[in-house]
Nanobody, 126 residues
Framework: EVQLQASGGGLVQVGGSLRLSCATSGFPFGGYVIGWFRQAPGKERERVSC????????YYEDSVKGRFTISNDSARKTSYLQMTSLKPEDTAVYYC???????????????????WGRGTQVTVSS
């Protein structure tokens, strides 16, 4: 059974940092991509970043480029999203997702991921 669990969210001030973790199990980690998504109240779920676990190629949306860093630890089967210089507009529930995809992760949107974890709330206060 594929399982993902996001953690590490919390309340942080503008300009602060958080590191989210996505612990996974139940699938061959190296053959999948991990995507990080977020959903703010009243808005659609949007992609933030993704990583190919087999070659560690990464992708970032423009809104987080230069501030967020995605990584993975294959031994721990865990993905991380390091978030710095946080802004109020980063406030959302953050989710991690995994899928076995044929192409590099930047080619896929949320609806193409079949395995999702429970989200973790990130709140950036001004």
């Amino acid at each position: 059974e594929v399982q993902l669990q996001a953690s590490g969210g919390g309340l942080v001030q503008v300009g602060g940092s958080l590191r989210l973790s996505c612990a996974t199990s139940g699938f061959p980690f190296g053959g999948y991509v991990i995507g990080w998504f977020r959903q703010a109240p009243g808005k659609e779920r949007e992609r933030v970043s993704c990583i190919n676990n087999w070659d560690r190629r990464t992708y970032y949306e423009d809104s987080v480029k230069g501030r967020f860093t995605i990584s993975n630890d294959s031994a721990r089967k865990t993905s991380y999203l390091q978030m710095t210089s946080l802004k109020p507009e980063d406030t959302a529930v953050y989710y991690c997702a995994a899928e076995r995809l044929a192409l590099s992760c930047e080619n896929y949107r949320a609806y193409e991921y079949g395995n999702w974890g429970r989200g973790t709330q990130v709140t950036v206060s001004s």
